[in-house]
């Protein structure tokens, strides 16, 4: 996400200003996504995004991470990445999550889908 305009995007997609960064969470079990994700195709995020990333869209839920900060979770499209772990989620936030929450990898955090 070190790219300015995708940034900027992400902003657009949640609502509110994000921190440049990922948290990798794992869940219990494979995420099942519901009516509160979106699909976002990759050239909305920028123009030559999926050229540049491989992947050709995300599907995007916000969330509240903690109890108390906004977040928007997302997955890629799963057959840009069949590697991808389906349990796995990425969060960007209004705030650096590691810092703000003393996280290291492994340790657990609350994350809730938000409608």
Same mark, same amino acid.
């Given at each position: 996400?070190?790219?300015?305009?995708?940034?900027?995007?992400?902003?657009?997609?949640?609502?509110?200003?994000?921190?440049?960064?990922?948290?990798?969470?794992?869940?219990?079990?494979?995420?099942?996504?519901?009516?509160?994700?979106?699909?976002?195709? *990759?050239?909305?995020?920028?123009?030559?995004?999926?050229?540049?990333?491989?992947?050709?869209?995300?599907?995007?839920?916000?969330?509240?991470?903690?109890?108390?900060?906004?977040?928007?979770?997302?997955? *890629?499209?799963?057959?840009?990445?069949?590697?991808?772990?389906?349990?796995?989620?990425?969060?960007?936030?209004?705030?650096?999550?590691?810092?703000?929450?003393?996280?290291?990898?492994?340790?657990?955090?609350?994350?809730?889908?938000?409608?």
């Amino acid at each position: 996400m070190a790219n300015r305009a995708v940034t900027e995007k992400l902003q657009e997609l949640a609502g509110f200003a994000v921190v440049r960064g990922t948290l990798n969470v794992r869940l219990p079990e494979p995420l099942e996504r519901n009516s509160s994700w979106r699909y976002v195709a *990759a050239a909305e995020v920028a123009p030559d995004w999926e050229a540049r990333s491989g992947q050709s869209g995300y599907f995007l839920a916000r969330a509240t991470v903690a109890g108390r900060f906004r977040g928007l979770a997302f997955q *890629a499209v799963e057959l840009d990445e069949p590697a991808y772990p389906p349990d796995q989620i990425e969060l960007v936030c209004e705030v650096l999550l590691r810092a703000e929450l003393g996280l290291r990898d492994g340790d657990p955090i609350a994350v809730r889908l938000d409608d």
